[in-house]
């Protein structure tokens, strides 16, 4: 006697069913596992793409820092030596200028004046201030008061400061500006 003739007819439709519903589910868990792994495996390639993309785009990045460091690093270092210029430049000017100073005070220069010998306008005549054991020869001149020829000094001292800090902003705005 077979197992199946002792169930009886309603029970075996029923125990077939039940058979058919555990074998139709199995085969639905087992697409869905290999539906699983198929897409994880795409996931973890997805992944790994985008850590790739991330990585070169930083490597780019980084790349590009360097190279603005380094052209700062080259700009960094022109206006460095341009700064040194301007300041060798103004210390000259300040120790010429403390010379004529010095002399002046000394009385080892004298600063004249050409005088317009030919204006019949003028209201009275300088004398000519001529060195001991000398003789003027050309224009009249006049000799400046030791006093007003310090102030006179001090004025284009600080003009000539002037000029000199100008010209190292204009080399700095220069360099600063243009395209590199």
Do not use: F
Request: hydrophobic share 45%; proline share 3%; with cysteine.
């Amino acid at each position: 006697m077979r197992l199946v003739d002792l169930i009886p007819a309603p029970y075996r439709l029923q125990a077939i069913g039940v058979l058919l519903v555990a074998v139709a589910g199995g085969s639905a868990a087992l697409a869905w596992q290999v539906q699983d792994w198929r897409y994880g495996s795409q996931l973890a390639g997805q992944a790994k793409l985008h850590t790739d993309t991330l990585n070169q785009l930083t490597l780019a990045a980084a790349a590009q820092q360097q190279a603005e460091q380094a052209k700062r690093l080259v700009l960094e270092q022109r206006l460095s030596a341009s700064e040194q210029t301007h300041y060798r430049a103004l210390s000259d000017v300040q120790r010429d200028q403390g010379r004529l100073r010095d002399r002046l005070a000394t009385a080892d220069l004298r600063l004249s004046v050409l005088l317009n010998a030919t204006d019949g306008a003028s209201s009275g005549t300088v004398s000519a201030a001529t060195p001991t054991g000398g003789v003027v020869h050309g224009a009249t001149r006049a000799q400046l008061d030791p006093a007003h020829a310090q102030r006179i000094i001090g004025v284009t001292d600080a003009g000539d400061q002037g000029l000199i800090a100008l010209a190292a902003c204009q080399a700095y705005a220069k360099e600063v500006s243009a395209p590199r």
